[in-house]
């Protein structure tokens, strides 16, 4: 299993980024997928999460600015970035495992039920 996240760089306050996450290895009807980051001197966060069963999941950090979604056919998923401000600079994550409706648990801190993660991309927004 394989998780290949690009998209981060350098974005103005206020803008956006796309974030894109290839997953190789797995079906993709059999598995979550989430996103989630890391600040400087911060502890990791879980972003977005779409679960096995197509729920999908927010933080309140972020909900109404960012947006998960996945293209089957390409077994990507993306996290659509909007409302960019400096809290959002962090090493930005996808990790994805088959652990069934693993989703609600990851969101409340329960990142271990995530097997496979990606190397991740930086994204740092300037002020």
């Known amino acids: 299993v394989q998780l290949v996240e690009s998209g981060g760089g350098l974005v103005q306050a206020g803008g956006s980024l796309r974030l894109s996450c290839e997953v190789s290895?797995?079906?993709?009807?059999?598995?979550?997928v989430g996103w989630f980051r890391q600040g400087p001197g911060k502890a990791r966060e879980a972003l977005a999460c779409?679960?096995?069963?197509?729920?999908?999941y927010y933080a309140n950090s972020v909900k109404g600015r960012f947006t998960i979604s996945s293209d089957n056919a390409k077994n990507t998923v993306y996290l659509q970035m909007s409302s960019l401000n400096d809290e959002d600079t962090a090493v930005y994550y996808c990790?994805?495992?088959?652990?069934?409706?693993?989703?609600?648990?990851?969101?409340?801190?329960?990142?271990?039920?995530?097997?496979?993660w990606g190397q991740g991309t930086q994204v740092t927004v300037s002020s």
């Open positions: 990790a994805a495992d088959t652990y069934e409706k693993p989703c609600p648990h990851a969101m409340t801190g329960n990142f271990q039920l995530f097997n496979y």
């Open positions: 779409l679960n096995d069963d197509g729920y999908v």
């Open positions: 290895g797995l079906f993709s009807d059999d598995h979550a």
